[in-house]
């Protein structure tokens, strides 16, 4: 199983560009990474997910470097609301790969006024 | 588009009631399906996975079970509730990546 390694905590500014990295070191060749976002009492709501290179939505970039084995969720301007857990989850749930999709502890990043 | 759908969302049982919680998807067949369990500023833990019907992996030996008598239906019970059961309990479906429910608060009391 492809563990994965988040800093614990963040703290930022509003207005600023957050990056949270997640390591993974024994990635497998079929997992894709995915990263969510947790309020209290609320289910984790998908961010973006990519297997490779970069990725662009409307809410985040996601950065993921040749050899996979780490990760990059990037927030553009951050604002209070995006004070949350943010997870970032390494597997092939459709069953390709491992069908087991275990979490790490999660990042918890606090938006500062 | 698929949805998923669990109940209740929120409940409080006495220790030693049993427990179903139900959790439906919608919009895609054959899906994975997941329990975890959050408990108060905790990750998410996994309690049990199934790739089929009738087909369940309990990753962590406890007072809990699952079961999943129909494609789209995975429900999560107990005999006997504990005070250790108290929890945020999460559904989930898997295509690329997990979608999840929004969750039952339960306290056991």
């Known amino acids: 199983l492809a563990k994965t390694t988040q800093p614990i905590s963040m703290d930022s500014y509003e207005g600023q560009e957050v990056n949270i990295t997640c390591s993974h070191n024994?990635?497998?060749?079929?997992?894709?990474i995915t990263w969510y976002q947790q309020f209290p009492s609320q289910g984790p709501r998908f961010i973006i997910q990519?297997?490779?290179t970069k990725v662009t939505n409307e809410v985040a970039s996601l950065f993921i470097p040749a050899d996979r084995k780490s990760s990059t969720l990037s927030l553009p301007r951050v604002s209070l609301s995006d004070t949350a857990v943010y997870y970032c989850l390494v597997g092939d749930g459709s069953g390709a790969g491992s069908y087991q999709l275990t979490f790490g502890k999660g990042t918890k990043l606090s938006v500062i006024p | 588009s698929q949805t998923i759908h669990q109940w209740p969302a929120t409940l409080v049982q006495p220790v030693g009631s049993p427990l179903s919680l139900e959790c439906t998807v919608e919009g895609t067949s054959n899906p994975n399906l997941y329990w975890y369990r959050q408990a108060a500023g905790r990750g998410l833990q996994l309690l049990f996975y199934?790739?089929?019907?009738?087909?369940i992996s309990s990753e962590v030996p406890q007072n809990l079970s699952a079961s999943r008598p129909q494609d789209r239906q995975f429900i999560l019970s107990s005999k006997k509730l504990l005070l250790s059961d108290s929890g945020f309990y999460l559904c989930?479906?898997?295509?690329?990546?997990?979608?999840f429910g929004q969750g039952t608060r339960l306290t056991v009391v």
């Open positions: 990519g297997y490779k």
């Open positions: 989930a479906w898997s295509g690329l990546g997990a979608f």
């Open positions: 199934s790739v089929g019907i009738g087909q």
């Open positions: 024994n990635i497998a060749t079929n997992d894709y």
